[in-house]
């Protein structure tokens, strides 16, 4: 029981934060985050549950593991300005 939760948590979470993502506008020198939020959701309707199980393991390998491991460096490569 305690893994569905945290499968839908994680898979809630994610495409959460690829909407949030996706609708974000850039500001100057910035590309747009749309890519990010394609990414997510590409990565959520071709894995199905993997993606789910592999959010919620990183998810529940310690605080903010999903956030800082998984969610942070994807924004970074893909809202960053870029050279």
Same mark, same amino acid.
């Given at each position: 029981? $305690?893994?569905?939760?945290?499968?839908?948590?994680?898979?809630?979470?994610?495409?959460?934060?690829?909407?949030? @993502?996706?609708?974000?506008?850039?500001?100057?020198?910035?590309?747009?985050?749309?890519? &990010?939020?394609?990414?997510?959701? &590409?990565?959520?309707?071709?894995?199905?549950?993997? &993606?789910?199980?592999?959010?919620?393991?990183?998810?529940?390998? @310690?605080? $903010?593991? &999903?956030?800082?491991?998984?969610?942070?460096?994807?924004?970074?490569?893909?809202?960053?300005? $870029?050279?």
């Amino acid at each position: 029981m $305690r893994t569905a939760i945290l499968t839908i948590a994680g898979v809630g979470a994610a495409l959460g934060l690829g909407a949030a @993502g996706a609708s974000a506008q850039p500001g100057p020198g910035h590309t747009s985050c749309a890519e &990010f939020g394609g990414n997510v959701a &590409f990565l959520a309707t071709s894995l199905g549950p993997v &993606f789910g199980a592999t959010a919620s393991s990183v998810a529940s390998s @310690g605080p $903010r593991a &999903f956030p800082t491991l998984v969610v942070g460096p994807e924004q970074t490569a893909l809202c960053e300005p $870029r050279p």
